[in-house]
């Protein structure tokens, strides 16, 4: 699938009924130790990679029994979705691949979820190609330092 620009791997997997619904984003985990020996696990987890943020584009009919969940799990197609993160204004670059600002400076800041979104795996660092540079957010940052809001896919890696 290819959309502003970005082609975005898509694949089939099951979500909970209420996830059940396109535009619902998600970030992949790890799978948990229930979902390893189920008959489904190759079909659901299995495709989905760890840290990357997805998108329900599309819902099934067909639904399963889940022992995570406890109750029905919906067939839908997902694909990566684009994250918004902030990297240093002299790295903001569209089609740039950079590592986006990811820490936690222990102030109270409008920034916080972009320095710390729940897609960064916090010991790991994190790739992201840039799509889009949306805007100067330096007077924002209590930190002081001079950022950007950029829309992006992370890159595997992440």
């Known amino acids: 699938m290819v959309e502003g620009g970005l082609k975005r791997h898509e694949v089939v997997t099951f979500v909970g009924d209420v996830q059940a ?3 619902f984003r998600f970030v992949a985990s790890q799978p948990p130790e229930v979902c390893k020996g189920c008959k489904l696990f190759l079909a659901c987890m299995s495709k989905l990679r760890p840290g ?7 819902v099934k009919d067909k639904e399963h029994f889940c022992p995570l969940y406890e109750g029905t799990v919906r067939v839908v197609k997902v694909a990566e979705a ?16 950079v ?3 990811i820490e936690d400076c222990g102030k109270k800041c409008a920034l916080k979820p972009y320095c710390n979104p729940e897609w960064a795996d916090p010991g790991k660092k994190a790739r992201l190609k840039i799509n889009r540079v949306c805007e100067d957010v330096s007077d924002k940052a209590i930190c002081g330092k001079k950022l950007k809001k950029v829309i992006g896919m992370t890159v595997d890696g992440t």
């Open 21 to 23: 619904k396109v535009g």
């Open 99 to 101: 590592e986006p600002v």
């Open 52 to 58: 990357k943020v997805y998108e329900v584009v599309e």
């Open 82 to 97: 684009p994250v918004e993160a902030l990297v240093k204004s002299n790295l903001a670059v569209e089609g740039a691949t």
